[in-house]
């Protein structure tokens, strides 16, 4: 069992940034590999970003290539995911998750542990 808990979400003007933290508990870090997704209100929940269980691969949705950087400490179990050059249709709540040996990265059906999520919210 792992249990995720995320942090550092709020309230910011488009072009700002935040750092989202998830902290995990309850096993081997290592062992998971991690990412992120948002569901924005009415929408279904989508892919944002992903990283692999040493931290040397990472993935990310179009949508915010180049601007968000998905990375992990193994030491401190937390995943980190640094926003910048928010835009309006960053709004959303955050969710991190934890997948053993996910085949698909981008579905969130391949993960086994959600956080309970934190809200984003970028004003124009």
Not at 2 to 31: D, I, K, M, P, W
Not at 67 to 91: G, H
Request: aromatic share 14%; net charge positive.
């Amino acid at each position: 069992q792992v249990q995720l808990v995320e942090s550092g979400g709020g309230l910011v003007q488009a072009g700002g940034s935040l750092r989202l933290s998830c902290a995990a508990s309850g096993h081997t870090f290592s062992s998971y590999f991690m990412g992120w997704f948002r569901q924005a209100p009415g929408k279904e929940r989508e892919f944002v970003a992903a990283i692999s269980w040493s931290g040397d691969s990472t993935y990310y949705a179009d949508s915010v290539k180049g601007r968000f950087t998905i990375a992990r400490d193994n030491v401190k179990s937390t995943v980190y995911l640094q926003m910048n050059s928010l835009k309006p249709e960053d709004t959303a709540d955050y969710y991190c998750a934890a997948a053993r040996r996910p085949r698909r990265w981008v579905s969130g059906n391949e993960y086994d542990y959600w956080g309970q999520g934190t809200q984003v919210t970028v004003s124009s």
